[in-house]
């Protein structure tokens, strides 16, 4: 008797442990499911963010756009729209405002390339057609390239003086180089050279320390920065009323010639971009 007692609440009790586990483990979270809800991103979410991101592009990609609008890219379009076989070299790059964007038109002839430097406010393609509008575009140099028939016709485009045989006032310009006044007309010119370039600069004789200024400023720049070595001879005049500067060089058979630009010393800037 005490032996089927003993049994049945041996019995009894193996119930209600069975039973425990059961509910207990109904009621424990699979810790190995819950780890790879967390770890699993929210597709959802992630398909959200992604619209977004194709909708609204970021200042970094626009930036990085504005950015590859480089001035060495601009110039190779150029040079690729001249359509022309004479070996004309470029500037490296010019000086152009802050937030603006270089381009150009272009026209091509047999033995001539004419090339308009623009500086606009936003970018617009070589040739495009609102470069006609000067409220879209400021001009910031001519370029003219013209092929003559040999070396000594090209040669004789250039009005190369040797200033120092052709006397006149001597000025000290600094760094020992002297320069040479000479008057007429109202109009005052100081002249030097520097290799094979004469250079001069141009005022009114009412105004003669401008001109004597104009040319100091000039030899400095001149002194960091390299004009391009023509094949023979270069001309440059740098007018202090800022209407008519002007740089014509040689080489070989070609004449280059640049104006169009207000500012003299910007002028010469530009000109030294021309040295490869």
Known sequence: MKKMLFISM???????????????????PDKSQEEQKTNEPNKSQEAHQSHENQQKPTKANKGNTVASLTQ????????????????????????????????????????QVE????????YLPINDPKLKNSKTATVIARLVVKQYKNAKEANEQIAFVNFSQNGGQEVDLG?????????????LWTGWNEGRWA?????????????????????????????????????????VYKSGSLFVWQDEKLVYTLDSIKEPLKALEITTAFYH
Do not use: W
């Open 10 to 28: 041996l019995l009894s009790f193996s119930i209600i442990s069975a039973c425990s586990d059961k509910e207990e483990k109904t009621s424990e």
């Open 72 to 111: 060495a890219s601009v110039l190779k379009n150029i040079k690729s729209q001249l359509n022309t076989n004479l070996p004309i070299t470029l500037p490296k790059g010019l000086p152009i405002s802050d937030g603006t964007f270089l381009t150009a038109t272009t026209k091509s002839e047999v033995n």
């Open 115 to 122: 090339i308009l430097f623009f500086e606009s406010n936003k």
């Open 175 to 187: 760094y020992n180089i002297k320069g040479y006044q000479d008057a007429g007309a109202g109009s």
């Open 199 to 239: 250079i001069e600069t141009h005022t009114r004789t009412d105004n003669s320390e401008a001109g004597v200024k104009l040319a100091k400023q000039a030899v400095q720049f001149l002194e960091t920065h390299m004009l391009p070595i023509p094949k023979q001879n270069g001309f440059a005049r740098l007018d």
